[in-house]
């Protein structure tokens, strides 16, 4: 079956970056965009890029460009959300989701990143 | 690129319908079938209710649908139920492989 299993919760300081891991079993990891959205405590969803697993190739929200690096090991099937210069108002929970929006869509269980001095 | 509008409440009577709107731009809704519903229960990630306007994925009950007309999509659920409290999210693509969410809807089964 398919899972997409998140690394745990992260305590950052402002300024600092996270690196949030997401591993995927149960599919052809290749085979389906790997996108980004995030969560604000309280508030509604955001979504912040996406990688084609196959090939590399980004694609960032506007919002985020320049802060955010999306990669991906296909030898271990992961793909990774890196973003820099922390806020406060990046506290979030971060969410891998599979095919967004598409028939194959599937997400991870989430990771809480908590940016605090 | 601005989140898509959404009411922040809806409410209904177990068995009543409710109908969320989700209004965007010429620029996503308005441009293209490309429509998503999700819905999200606290601490639960978001579940793919409605893609393309108007499609169910498997396991979705036949009481969820959605339509749109010009730059306004909405989600019906019939035949409320008390598991369908939940928050609502719409998104769209927009374009120059950008995708968009609504504001969210709280809904509440009375």
């Known amino acids: 079956q398919v899972q997409l299993v998140q690394s745990g919760a992260e305590v950052k300081k402002p300024g600092a970056s996270v690196k949030v891991s997401c591993k995927a079993s149960?599919?052809?990891?290749?085979?389906?965009?790997m996108h980004w959205v995030r969560q604000a405590p309280g508030q509604g969803l955001e979504w912040m890029g996406r990688?084609?697993?196959?090939?590399?190739?980004?694609n960032y929200a506007q919002k985020f460009q320049g802060r955010v690096t999306m990669t991906r090991d296909t030898s271990i099937s992961t793909a990774y959300m890196e973003l820099s210069r922390l806020r406060s108002d990046d506290t979030a929970v971060y969410y891998c989701?599979?095919?967004?929006?598409?028939?194959?869509?599937?997400w991870g269980q989430g990771t809480l990143v908590t940016v605090s001095s | 690129q601005s989140a898509l509008t959404q009411p922040p409440s809806a409410s209904g009577s177990p068995g009543q319908s409710v109908t969320i709107s989700c209004t965007g731009t010429?620029?996503?809704?308005?441009?293209?079938?490309?429509v998503s519903w999700y819905q999200q229960h606290p601490g639960k990630a978001p579940k793919l209710m409605i893609y393309?306007?108007?499609k169910r994925p498997s396991g979705v009950p036949d009481r969820f649908s959605g339509s749109k007309s010009g730059n306004t999509a909405s989600l019906t659920v019939s035949g409320l139920q008390a598991e369908d409290e939940a928050d609502y999210y719409c998104?769209?693509?927009?374009?120059?492989?950008?995708?968009?969410f609504g504001t969210g809807t709280k809904v509440t089964v009375l």
């Open positions: 998104s769209s693509y927009a374009g120059s492989n950008n995708l968009v």
């Open positions: 989701a599979r095919a967004l929006a598409k028939i194959d869509d599937y």
């Open positions: 010429s620029s996503d809704v308005g441009g293209y079938n490309y």
């Open positions: 393309e306007v108007s």
């Open positions: 990688i084609n697993p196959n090939s590399g190739g980004t």
């Open positions: 149960g599919y052809t990891f290749t085979g389906y965009y």
